[in-house]
């Protein structure tokens, strides 16, 4: 059968793949426009298949709330490059990823993976998004809040995002999304901090405290007083609020009659290691056989 070039231009429009890779599919279908596109699936699943144990350190945050504020999802989704995670094609995924999950209330990844976006799967979306732009794409975490109360919001560009359950008004909910991305707390109370992460910085604090050489007694009063200092500075209760710094963030709840209930922040990247290219090295390394 002729390949025609409406025949290229219906499955271009359907796919949104470039014109030559059309044609390819096209042609080993025998112009069967429905056999070439689940080729093109097969093929796009095997490239992705490919890509998968790539490093994606890169990427962006997406937020989003419902219009009463009571329902919030946040979602990090990743790239291998910057340059891919600013690309359109990059960034409506992701601005799809999020409507699905908060219209869903989707708070897990394998359920969001299996959900349904746009006629297909968003794992089928993922997987062709994959084969297109050249890059793995990877659905790092997904977390959701709903709320009795009101859910406030803030991005710090593409790179930190962070939503808070609270109750109080409107404006201090924006205040303590924009602090918790300024300050990154870990907790809402220091007495939220697990105790594994305290026995850990306690034993920290007295190996310094004991190469004083002080007293026993006095070492203990150093190592507690570096305990509620680092108790107060991993919770936001303990926080000095970044917009007056005189005051902590457990005041200002207090002043306000307010209540930080629970909150998620999210950066690109965290906790990732990213791979270091030395060229020179890799070189060096080819040339001695090693």
């Not at 659905?139 to 859910?151: A, K």
């Not at 007295?206 to 026993?216: D, I, N, T, V």
């Amino acid at each position: 059968m002729a390949i025609t070039a409406a025949l290229v231009k219906e499955l271009r429009e359907r796919t949104d793949a470039p014109m030559m890779e059309c044609k390819k599919f096209l042609e080993k279908t025998n112009g069967d426009i429905d056999k070439a596109i689940e080729e093109m699936r097969k093929a796009g699943s095997a490239k992705a298949a490919k890509k998968e144990g790539r490093i994606t350190a890169e990427g962006i945050i997406i937020v989003l709330t419902s219009s009463d504020k009571k329902t919030g999802v946040i979602i990090e989704l990743n790239s291998e490059t910057d340059f891919v995670a600013r690309s359109e094609d990059f960034r409506k995924f992701a601005d799809d990823l999020a409507e699905v999950a908060l219209t869903n209330r989707i708070a897990d990844i394998d359920s969001l993976l299996a959900a349904k976006m746009n006629g297909s799967t968003v794992e089928e979306i993922r997987q062709s998004l994959i084969a297109k732009l050249g890059e793995n794409i990877k659905v790092r975490r997904v977390e959701l809040i709903v709320s009795d109360h009101e859910i406030s919001s803030y991005k710090h560009g593409d790179r930190i995002g962070v939503l808070v359950n609270f109750q109080g008004d409107e404006q201090l909910g924006k205040d303590l999304a924009m602090h918790i991305a300024a300050s990154n707390p870990q907790v809402v109370a220091p007495e939220h901090v697990p105790e594994e992460m305290i026995a850990k910085e306690k034993e920290i604090f007295l190996a310094q405290a004991a190469e004083s050489g002080k007293p026993q007694e006095i070492i203990e009063k150093m190592v507690a007083g570096r305990i509620s200092k680092f108790l107060n500075e991993v919770s936001l209760h303990g926080q000095p609020f970044v917009k007056d710094p005189d005051v902590t963030i457990v005041k200002l709840l207090k002043s306000k009659n307010a209540e930080v209930i629970e909150f998620i922040r999210f950066e690109v990247g965290e906790g990732i290691e990213k791979k270091v290219e030395n060229f020179a090295d890799e070189v060096m390394s080819q040339v001695r056989g090693d």
